[in-house]
């Protein structure tokens, strides 16, 4: 999953066109990009456009973002949309393992009233949007085999906490934002799932997403969330490894295959487990990229 497109889900010519954004993930929103009087209707065109789909063709794979566990909308979301087979479900708000596992619990009776295989129907919680979450990041780690990746929020936690901004003008984040990333990074990790930067707001600062990108993809982020199809084609070249980084992954394996055991001397420079398992990545992400 390198570039996750958010897609409103009241707008059939946004979602009809999304499809030839080239991104990996489309994320079809009823939560923020949506009025209050349209969350209906939204639902309504979300499961008609996933029922529309063929799943003989190429195409990206589907998450849904519903509302949030408390907001009182949710049921109905998930009513409507499991009934268009999406991939997942992106959880706003979320405030740690325990509410994957409530929405788990809401998605199972669901799967089997549409005749989906138990568990089928993944799950990306944001994970940092609320003062409350960031105390219960490591959470996460067990909570539910639904959980596919890992990914924060940078607007939202600071409507709540009130903050006038979230970046320096430089584009770097604060000080309280930069604790979140890295915390969502390291709960990531540690529950083994994909860690997913957030958006990069000016959808027309090209250069500054690919800065943005670039850091993320720097500290150990996988993929980017993308509001805009613009932003697209930056963040796929971002997180797409190189064929030289390739190479040097598939050397590295090669080399600790050959001598089987725990240091290898790799062109002057003693390597370790550790970077086995970070060309392990790389090697992930060229596969899943069809690069090789």
Known sequence: MRSLLFVPGDSEKKLAKSLGAGADVLILDLEDSVAPDAKVRAREIVRDFLRSLSRDEPRPRFYVRVNALRSGLIDDDLDAVLAGTPEGIMLPKSGGGADVIALGAKLAPREAIAGLPDGSTKIIPIA??????????????????????????????????????????????????????????????????????????????????????????RDGFLGKMAIHPDQVPVVNDVFTPSKETIARAQEILDAFAKAGKGTVGFKGVMLDMLHVKYAEHVIARAKAAKLI
Do not use: H, Q
């Not at 596919?148 to 901004?165: K, V």
């Not at 997913?196 to 690919?210: A, C, P, S």
């Open 128 to 217: 940092t949007e609320t003062a409350a979450s960031i105390f219960n990041m490591g959470t996460y780690r067990g909570a539910s085999p639904r959980c596919e990746a890992l990914t924060w929020g940078a607007e939202d936690l600071a409507a709540e906490i009130a903050a006038e901004a979230n970046r320096y003008p430089d584009g770097r984040y604060i000080e309280p934002y930069r604790l979140a990333r890295s915390l969502c990074l390291f709960a990531a990790v540690a529950s083994g799932v994909t860690p997913i930067d957030t958006v990069f707001t000016n959808y027309k600062d090209t250069e500054g997403l690919r800065k943005d990108s670039l850091a993320a993809r």
